[in-house]
């Protein structure tokens, strides 16, 4: 082979290194896990959570979970937010979230609060405002952090407020309890 076929071979093979490289930091990393949540209700369920990372950032997260009272299908929120509190109060259903960038505080229009809130309306997910969220479920309820490492197993309500979760000094106190 001559010098030119060489340098165009590794030319081709850099540039199918480096699309890689960019399908991959695009896709991000998924991460899965299921975890009980209690209710304010009393009920504890069994969710199943599921978060797309671009490097270190979150960018998507997944909430499935049955609740026959609310709906006889399951249920599936999904949002550009990391949720906080998934949680019933007078027969409505509610998830409040939190944007960890810029771009997804802009997406969801700036609220004043910092915190994105939905409420289950026919059928659909509705954003609505923090104003609007009871305040008796201000304490959150969901994993808020770290993700977990072994993702087959289920986290119980101890471990995710034990130390090494919720419960660990790492965690900021707006996420752990709602701040009006």
């Known amino acids: 082979m001559n010098k030119k076929a060489d340098s165009l071979i590794a030319i081709a093979i850099i540039a199918v290194i480096v699309g890689l490289l ?4 695009q896709s991000g990393n998924i991460h899965e896990w299921k975890e009980e949540v209690k209710l304010a209700d009393g009920r504890t369920i069994v969710i ?3 978060r797309r990372l671009e490097g270190r950032t979150m960018r998507d997260a997944w909430v499935s979970f049955a609740l026959p009272d609310i709906s006889d299908k399951p249920l599936l929120w999904h949002e550009s937010l990391s949720p906080l509190v ?3 109060n ?3 259903l509610y998830v409040v979230a939190y944007p960890l960038t810029k771009t997804e505080l802009a997406k969801y229009g700036n609220p004043a609060r910092g915190y994105v809130c939905f409420r289950w309306v026919n ?3 509705k954003q609505i405002r923090f ?3 009871p305040s ?3 304490r959150s309820n969901m994993l808020i952090w770290p993700l977990p490492e072994n993702e087959s197993r289920l986290l119980t309500l101890a471990e995710k407020n034990g130390p090494e979760y919720n419960g660990s000094p790492k965690v900021q106190a707006e996420l752990k309890e709602l701040k009006p």
């Not at 960019?22 to 930091?25: A, E, L, S, T």
């Open 131 to 133: 104003e609007d969220v």
């Open 123 to 125: 059928g659909a997910w």
């Open 90 to 92: 007078a027969g409505k």
């Open 22 to 25: 960019y399908w991959w930091m």
């Open 136 to 138: 008796a479920i201000y």
């Open 48 to 50: 199943e959570q599921k």
């Open 86 to 88: 998934l949680n019933i």
